[in-house]
């Protein structure tokens, strides 16, 4: 019976996945620092019939993620799949972000999969078999503005996770390596993540909920030889779109990226933050933010991200003329002024 252990568990995308994964026979362990959210998760995989393990990890710290696996392995079993989710952020220019929060985040976020990498590969390189899955992101391809912590981590991985897997090629290893990467979805994140924002922080349309994003994070651990795979035609038209048109994209997101990134709703007082400390120790927030009632639970290119690769290639050049036009015939005073803008 499989034995995944999935981090950042307790909350957001990595909570979704954990409830796609959860069934009879699947053992589950369950990484985050969130009390309540990882006794929430355990008790629904509990209820699928499955098994879990809670592993309250901070995985910034190598220490602690090397003993999340030995504990996952002495009481659940060798460890079959490794699914790296957790990060977190802040949501600020550049020079407000503090070299301690800056930090931070990248341990988190980065140096987070990295720990996570080495503690499965520590376990599955003997064996010469399992499967690590990266969740990426569009921004991993495509710095935006207000999320330098994020952009600068996910590309970084995805650097690192390049880097690896062609050692492993070269190695001859049967372990596989792939990466997910997401559009804009709906979690908590927009309401615990350090925010110096004005107004309160939002995902950039199109918006998706974090099932979609569970699906296809699932389905890539089934099917881990490809390397990597895009959810969203968003999420397509931002990585394929920035290798074109990378400078007319970094004129109209200067024009648009700060607006679009918030509501017109003030940031609340009392607003949490769990760059440094869980605000999921006390009460279970779930994977779901504050945005469903403008995210869509459907990705018609989301549903061929594990078809031949012909048939998915095909499907992303028209998801990207189909989310090309729909950006720029959505905001076509943005990138009629973006194409003219001169510095």
Known sequence: MPVIVVTGASGGVGRAVVRELAGPGVSIGLVARGAAGLA???????????????LPTDVADAAQVASAADRAEAELGPIDTW????????????MQVSTEEFVRATEVTYLGYVHGTRAALDRMLPRDRGTIVQVGSALAYRGIPLQSAYCGAKHAMVGFTESLRTELMHDGSNVRVTMV?????????????LSRLPRHPQPVPPIFQPEV?????????????????YVGSSTVATVLGNKVAGGLLDRYLALTGY?????????????????????????DLGSHGEFD???????????F????????????LVALAAAGAAMVWGDRDAFAKALTWRR
Do not use: C, K, M
Request: charged share 15%; net charge negative.
């Open 83 to 94: 699914i790296n989710v957790a990060f977190s952020s802040v949501f600020a220019p550049f």
């Open 305 to 316: 991200t594990s078809s031949p690769w012909l048939v998915a290639g095909a499907v992303n």
């Open 40 to 54: 929430a998760a355990a008790a629904e995989v509990e209820e699928a019939g499955g098994t879990a393990l809670v």
């Open 259 to 283: 607006d679009s990134q918030q509501t017109a709703d003030p940031v609340s007082p009392d607003r949490p933050s769990n760059l440094f400390a869980p605000v999921d120790d006390e009460h």
């Open 293 to 303: 009632a403008r995210a869509t639970d459907r990705s018609w290119q989301a549903s």
């Open 213 to 229: 994003a569970a699906r296809a994070i699932v389905a890539a651990a089934a099917n881990p030889r490809r390397r990597e795979y």
């Open 181 to 193: 990467h997401l559009p804009a979805v709906n979690t908590p994140q927009f309401s615990w993540v």
